[in-house]
Each structure stands twice: as structure tokens, then as C-alpha cells.
């Protein structure tokens, strides 16, 4: 019979140590890298959230722009445009041409068929029939009209109709028309109201259509 010694029996642990895999040997060892390890890649990512916070990265977006709050935009104390003559607001047959007295037309008689009169809002990139585009007039909307603009003008009319679409005028057309006064180039009209331009001019624009949108002179200003 033979005797197991203490000594076999040290080394016959150190074998079975040595048999275990490495992170059954030391646990705690393991778990306390894991840990320092979460730690460092929450400081990492804190620190570059911190960077770029200070370089603007992660900051809130920047306000657009409001194109009405700028001092030169203010109409108090001016009559911006014509004022012109009404020619009623009568509906008559789609498809059924009317003489108006003003070019492009402020008022008068017009076609009234949903999904045709009134045109929907927004830019166009045809001309629309005056029998349609007066009912938005009568609406309390501004049409723009425009010829013979250079692509940079055309550009900044177009992104200035957008933002005041966007900042409380929604009832906007923008539209290429035939304009046969020499020399202008952008023509505005709101329900008995004008306005001719010989170029690009955001200050007169926007006077316009603060001065008229939804006028008291359109017959249905609340009616989209």
C-alpha cells in the first residue's frame, strides 16, 4: 500500500492548476481587466463627446433664418405696390378665356374646379393659365412672376419664396411668365395689389407679401 505524502500531494495540485485554462486559474485576475478595460473606453468615448461638443459638433442645429425679422423688411409706414382696380371675382367655366385689365392679373373672373383652379402652391416650372392662378389670388396668395432672370437670380428668388413658404406665407406660386413691360423682370401680385421689378430686389419682395398676404381686399384670405 502505497502513501500519499504531503509533498505528492503539493505537487499533484500544482499539476491540476497547471491543466486549467488561464481565466478558471484566476478569476478575479480577469474580471478586474474586463472592468479596467469598460472603464478606459468610457472615458475615451466621454472625452471625444466633450471634443466635439466644443468644436460644435454634437450642438444643437443652427435656426434658420427668419427673412421677416430683418430691419429692412419692415413695412410700417409704407404702401408697398399698386393698388388696382377690381374686376370682381366672378367663376366662370374651366376653359373659358378672360380679358384681364392688369398684366399678370391682380382680379376678375376666374375658373373654379378643384385639382385645377386654384393651382396648387409652390414653384412652377411652367407658365399657369390666369384663369387658375387668379383664384389663388383670391385666396389671399401671392403669386411671383418672373422672365428673363439670370440662373443666380433665379436661384435666390426661388430659395427666398421657399423660406417665406417656411417662416408663415404658405400661399405661394412662383411661376415663368410672359412679362411684357420693358424692362421687367419680376412682377408680383396679390389681390388688388402690384408690383414690378426691374431685377431681384428681397427687400421689395418681402415687403409685398407682408403688405398683402391674405389681404383685406381678397375675398376668401383665411381659404387655402
Do not use: C
Amino acid at each position: 500500500m502505497s502513501t500519499v505524502t504531503r509533498r505528492d500531494r503539493r505537487e499533484q495540485e500544482r499539476a491540476r492548476r497547471a491543466r486549467r485554462p488561464a481565466e478558471q486559474r484566476s478569476p478575479a485576475g480577469g474580471s478586474r481587466r474586463s472592468l479596467y478595460t469598460a472603464v478606459a473606453v468610457v472615458v475615451v468615448v466621454i472625452a471625444l463627446i466633450a471634443g466635439g461638443r466644443a468644436l460644435g459638433i454634437f450642438g444643437p442645429a443652427a435656426a434658420p433664418a427668419d427673412p421677416l425679422l430683418a430691419s429692412k423688411y419692415d413695412v410700417a409706414g409704407e404702401t408697398i405696390g399698386t393698388h388696382e382696380a377690381d374686376e370682381s371675382n366672378a367663376h366662370v367655366p374651366v376653359g373659358q378665356k378672360v380679358t384681364y385689365k392688369t398684366d399678370p392679373p391682380t382680379s376678375g373672373s376666374h375658373w373654379d374646379q378643384q385639382g385645377v383652379a386654384p393651382v396648387a402652391w409652390g414653384i412652377k416650372d411652367a407658365t399657369q393659365p390666369n384663369e387658375a392662378i387668379v383664384h389663388n389670388l383670391e385666396h389671399g396668395g401671392v403669386v411671383v412672376f418672373y422672365s428673363g432672370l439670370s440662373a443666380d437670380d433665379l436661384s435666390k428668388l426661388s430659395g427666398l419664396v421657399r423660406e417665406l413658404a417656411q417662416n408663415g406665407y404658405p400661399k405661394m406660386v412662383l411661376e415663368p411668365y410672359p412679362l411684357k413691360d420693358a424692362g421687367i423682370h419680376i412682377a408680383l401680385s396679390a389681390w388688388r395689389w402690384s408690383l414690378k421689378l426691374p431685377a431681384y430686389d428681397d427687400a421689395q419682395i418681402v415687403k409685398f407679401v407682408k403688405a398683402h398676404y391674405e389681404g383685406p381686399d381678397a375675398p376668401e384670405p383665411q381659404t387655402m
